[in-house]
């Protein structure tokens, strides 16, 4: 059974930082596209950050330059590491692998706010 599990979410305020990370069982995550997708109060879901193996790295507009997406293939888990954060960064943030069908987490709320 595929689980992948988020954590690292919470209270924030402007300009500060938070990790989040996903860890996954029944899945490899190293050798598979994986995503971070984000959805807002009254908004869609949205790609976030995304990687592949040996190939690049792709951010949304609104998050270069402030989050990075990684992997830790021996933990098997993915990070994004998030900077600078703004108010319209809150939302739940949802990690995906891309296998036979698309596999997601349950989400892990981010809010930043004074």
């Known amino acids: 059974q595929v689980q992948l599990v988020e954590s690292g979410g919470g209270l924030v305020q402007p300009g500060g930082s938070l990790r989040l990370s996903c860890a996954a069982s029944g899945i490899t995550l190293g050798i598979r596209p994986v995503a971070w997708y984000r959805q807002g109060p009254g908004k869609e879901r949205e790609l976030v950050a995304q990687?592949?193996?040996?190939?690049?790295?792709n951010y949304a507009d609104s998050v270069k330059g402030r989050f990075t997406i990684s992997g830790d293939n021996v933990k098997n888990t993915i990070y994004l590491q998030m900077n600078s954060l703004k108010p319209d960064d809150t939302a739940v943030y949802y990690c995906?692998?891309?296998?036979?069908?698309?596999?997601w987490g349950r989400g892990t709320q981010v809010t930043v706010s004074s």
């Open positions: 990687m592949s193996t040996g190939g690049p790295t």
């Open positions: 995906y692998a891309q296998g036979f069908k698309a596999f």
